[in-house]
């Protein structure tokens, strides 16, 4: 009996070339569709929304909307201004992220914030807000709508949350799964889930759609939530070490502070409260989670929420769509190596 390779334990390492060239062409004209709409008679608007949409992004979530519907054989070329919705709602969510986080890069750029001014990023996401909604009224189902506006609320409602849970040493695995799971899985749940509704499909497709999405969009953000202490800036495309500055309290501190013994909780309140944030002070958490097992947990919390997302496709019949979705799993989780 030939034994089963684990498609999250593997000698080569995952790329996203198979999904990337099983949308090439839909992803054509959805670019198409994203140029065009972010054209504004005022020159800042796509002066800086192009700054941050030119920067080298994966595309990766409407991509998912794109691969969603390869999966379900979809004919019809409607997705495509859906998918690039869901393309300017992440961008608008980051550029409105950078402003808050007053980050330094994104996606190895200077931040737009940095060049353009903190009001001017601020205005041009809520412009890339409102072509987002125009795209979905064009499409005209109210479901598709329905959908991608809660999606959108309940990304500002996670960033809220994320917010007042900064600086917080006591905030625990529950809410921190929460706060990843409204700020980041629910954009990709909604992505790959209207993808099942324009192909006309019943509550079961959509909701195992929408559970590879949402448990792929967890683990991805775990696994950015452990990079940012085991990687390097040109490595993330964001300075290492922003969410131990900014006092975000994420899976690796959480599981590091739980098992530290008193002088070592300390450090850690201290540092969440602001109190230890030089590079030195980076180094010694690093070190700490690397003794504890920390980020090493995380990664595998990740994978386990991987392994959610491959389960949830498992029924469907597409075999190249569907080793696409399997191999971006794969892909998002493979950025911790």
Same mark, same amino acid.
């Given at each position: 009996?030939t034994?089963?390779v684990h498609?999250?334990?593997?000698d080569? =390492?995952?790329s996203l070339?198979?999904?990337?060239?099983?949308?090439?062409?839909?992803m054509?004209?959805?670019?198409?569709?994203i140029?065009?709409?972010?054209?504004?008679?005022?020159p800042?608007i796509?002066e800086?929304?192009?700054?941050?949409?030119a920067?080298?992004?994966k595309?990766?979530?409407?991509?998912?909307?794109?691969?969603s519907?390869?999966?379900?054989?979809?004919?019809?070329?409607?997705?495509?201004?859906?998918a690039?919705?869901?393309?300017?709602?992440?961008?608008?969510?980051?550029?409105?992220?950078?402003?808050?986080?007053? &980050?330094?890069?994104?996606?190895?750029?200077?931040?737009?914030?940095?060049?353009?001014?903190?009001?001017?990023?601020?205005?041009?996401?809520?412009?890339l807000? @409102?072509?987002?909604?125009?795209?979905?009224?064009?499409?005209?189902?109210?479901?598709v709508?329905?959908?991608?506006?809660?999606a959108?609320?309940?990304?500002?409602?996670?960033?809220?949350?994320?917010?007042?849970?900064?600086?917080r040493?006591?905030?625990d695995?529950e809410?921190?799964?929460s706060?990843?799971?409204?700020?980041?899985?629910?954009?990709f749940a909604?992505?790959?889930r209207i993808?099942?509704?324009v192909?006309?499909r019943?509550?079961?497709?959509?909701?195992?759609?929408? @559970?590879?999405?949402?448990?792929?969009?967890?683990?991805?953000?775990?696994?950015?939530d452990?990079i940012?202490?085991? &990687?390097d800036?040109?490595?993330?495309?964001?300075g290492?070490?922003?969410?131990?500055?900014?006092?975000?309290?994420t899976? =690796?501190?959480?599981?590091?502070?739980?098992?530290g013994?008193?002088?070592?909780?300390k450090?850690?309140?201290?540092?969440?409260?602001g109190?230890? &944030? &030089?590079?030195?002070d980076?180094?010694?958490?690093?070190?700490l989670?690397?003794?504890?097992?920390?980020?090493?947990?995380?990664?595998?919390? +990740?994978?386990?929420?991987?392994?959610?997302?491959?389960?949830?496709?498992?029924g469907?019949?597409?075999?190249?769509?569907?080793a696409a979705?399997?191999?971006?799993? +794969?892909?998002a989780?493979s950025?911790?190596?």
């Amino acid at each position: 009996m030939t034994a089963t390779v684990h498609p999250l334990n593997r000698d080569t =390492p995952p790329s996203l070339n198979p999904i990337m060239s099983l949308v090439a062409q839909d992803m054509n004209a959805v670019n198409s569709i994203i140029l065009d709409r972010m054209q504004s008679e005022i020159p800042l608007i796509p002066e800086l929304a192009g700054h941050l949409i030119a920067g080298g992004g994966k595309r990766m979530r409407p991509m998912l909307t794109l691969a969603s519907a390869k999966l379900l054989d979809y004919p019809g070329t409607r997705h495509h201004k859906l998918a690039a919705a869901v393309e300017f709602i992440h961008t608008a969510t980051l550029l409105h992220d950078d402003v808050v986080d007053g &980050s330094d890069m994104r996606r190895g750029k200077t931040a737009a914030n940095l060049i353009f001014g903190n009001p001017a990023t601020v205005l041009v996401g809520d412009f890339l807000f @409102s072509r987002s909604f125009e795209l979905m009224v064009e499409d005209g189902s109210l479901k598709v709508l329905r959908i991608l506006s809660n999606a959108s609320a309940v990304i500002a409602e996670g960033e809220v949350d994320q917010l007042t849970a900064q600086r917080r040493i006591e905030t625990d695995e529950e809410r921190y799964l929460s706060i990843i799971g409204a700020k980041t899985a629910a954009l990709f749940a909604a992505a790959c889930r209207i993808s099942a509704v324009v192909a006309e499909r019943d509550e079961a497709t959509e909701l195992a759609l929408d @559970s590879y999405g949402r448990n792929l969009g967890i683990a991805f953000q775990l696994i950015d939530d452990a990079i940012d202490y085991t &990687s390097d800036s040109e490595t993330m495309g964001k300075g290492v070490g922003d969410d131990f500055r900014e006092g975000k309290v994420t899976l =690796p501190i959480i599981l590091s502070y739980a098992r530290g013994n008193a002088e070592e909780r300390k450090f850690w309140e201290d540092a969440i409260a602001g109190h230890r &944030s &030089s590079d030195e002070d980076l180094a010694y958490a690093i070190r700490l989670m690397r003794e504890n097992g920390a980020v090493d947990d995380t990664i595998e919390r +990740a994978r386990l929420y991987g392994q959610r997302a491959i389960d949830a496709i498992a029924g469907f019949h597409a075999a190249d769509a569907k080793a696409a979705m399997t191999e971006t799993v +794969a892909f998002a989780i493979s950025r911790a190596y």
